[in-house]
């Protein structure tokens, strides 16, 4: 039975003589194995703690000598042995829960004197040097001489960046290291993203610069990345749109998007309160949704997409009159923040639900509704605006939904006012 964990042993006599414990532990593997004694020529069980400055080890016999148990915070991989003799505690913490548990469980049986035959005993010998380094946090693999194709990565990583290596794909072993926080892709050749990425429940910066992705999953979009991504670069890749569900990414604060082919944002976008930076260059865009009014950016980077010019005469009409039965529940829903999910109502009524328009008068449209695009200066969303073109232009196109013939008419009319003036 072995355990990778830091550990510090405290001696509990130090206070008698007015001294402190560190109160910091090391590295450390923490072994219960037999020991032969060479006097008595008997096998006793000792715990063993091995440090990168005692690779040797400092035994401590067990039958019988364990005084306490501290377990309260074990779920979090902590826990304290208390020794008779000598008097001190061993302190155990940064540990897999798990594995922690069940070192424990061989130290209380080795107390007691159970039968060792039923004991996971390890051979009580000098550990390797790499065994009590410290976890590694960061490690970065650019180039694909340097990839490990033999060797795990280290569980401990919290960043890792793997760029210039040609993966086609996501390799699985990335998708075990739980405690990652940064995952670097760039500069590869990956085409599609597994849903397991969403299970990365620390993950707050993903970068796939310069790939080959064409879609961005609606599975991620609902994974745990909800509450934890804040960091998202998918330029220079292939993408033609993203998914409605990608306005659930509410803790976003960074997105890059420039160099696809993208040929509109997310409906919802305005979604993304904590939105500070955007760029979106080099697209293939025409126009803005009309939510793009909600954002409050920081930075905004619009250039070099094919915006049209707004003409509010210009326009698409989806309506019928009366208006179907259908549309006038749905706006009713929407309206009145009736609860609604595919558990009450079908799928396809729930997607549309989600996709509802607001009108300039407030209320809300779903299927039938006069559309048209109206210029905005992006100064009114974004603190820093880089030129939307060569003419140094800070105005884009913006969709405006009315959910009546007489909205339109209104808006046209104050239009011609404002013309007028």
């Known amino acids: 039975m072995k355990l990778q964990c830091d550990v510090e042993v405290v001696n509990r006599m130090l206070p008698s003589f007015g001294m402190k414990s560190r109160g910091k532990g090391v590295r450390a593997v ?195 990345l909800q509450q934890t991504l804040q960091v998202l670069d998918l330029s220079q890749n292939r993408l033609q749109s993203l998914p409605t569900q990608f306005c659930q990414l509410r803790e976003l604060m960074n997105l890059k998007l420039e160099d696809n082919k993208l040929v509109g944002l997310p409906f919802q976008i305005g979604r993304l309160s904590k939105l500070r930076f955007l760029s979106a260059a080099h697209n293939e865009l025409t126009v803005l949704p009309a939510d793009f009014f909600k954002l409050s950016l920081e930075n905004l980077d619009l250039f070099g997409n094919p915006f049209i010019q707004p003409n509010p005469l210009d326009h698409s009409m989806q309506l019928a009159f009366p208006l179907p039965l259908q549309e006038i529940a749905s706006r009713a829903v929407a309206s009145l923040r009736i609860p609604y999910g595919p558990h009450l109502i079908p799928a396809h009524l729930c997607g549309d639900l989600e996709a509802a328009k607001t009108c300039e008068c407030g209320r809300v449209c779903i299927n039938f509704f006069v559309k048209t695009a109206v210029s905005m200066n992006l100064h009114q969303v974004s603190h820093t605006v880089v030129l939307v073109d060569d003419m140094g232009g800070t105005d884009a196109p913006v969709q405006q939904h009315f959910c009546s013939l007489s909205c339109y008419s209104a808006f046209l009319d104050s239009c011609v006012q404002r013309g007028l003036r």
């Open 30 to 224: 923490v072994s219960i194995g037999k020991h032969l004694d060479k006097s008595s020529q008997r096998s006793t069980i000792y715990m063993m703690i091995c440090t990168a400055k005692d690779r040797t080890g400092s035994k401590y016999k067990l039958r019988g000598n364990i005084e306490k148990f501290f377990t309260w915070f074990v779920e979090e991989g902590k826990a304290t042995v208390r020794l008779k003799e000598p008097a001190v505690d061993i302190c155990l913490s940064k540990a897999d829960a798990n594995s922690l548990k069940n070192f424990l469980s061989a130290a209380r049986l080795a107390d007691r004197g159970s039968d060792t035959s039923s004991l996971p005993l390890s051979t009580l010998t000098p550990v390797r040097a790499r065994d009590v380094e410290q976890p590694k946090k960061k490690l970065s693999v650019l180039s694909k001489k340097d990839y490990p194709l033999t060797s795990n990565f280290p569980y401990s990583l919290e960043q890792l960046q793997v760029s210039y290596c040609k993966l086609s794909r996501v390799d699985m072993r990335m998708l075990s290291l739980k405690a990652l926080r940064r995952l670097d892709l760039s500069n590869n050749h990956i085409k599609k993203l597994p849903a397991t990425i969403g299970d990365l429940s620390c993950l707050s910066e993903l970068i796939l610069h310069n790939n080959h992705l064409e879609a961005f999953s609606e599975a991620l979009c609902l994974s745990t």
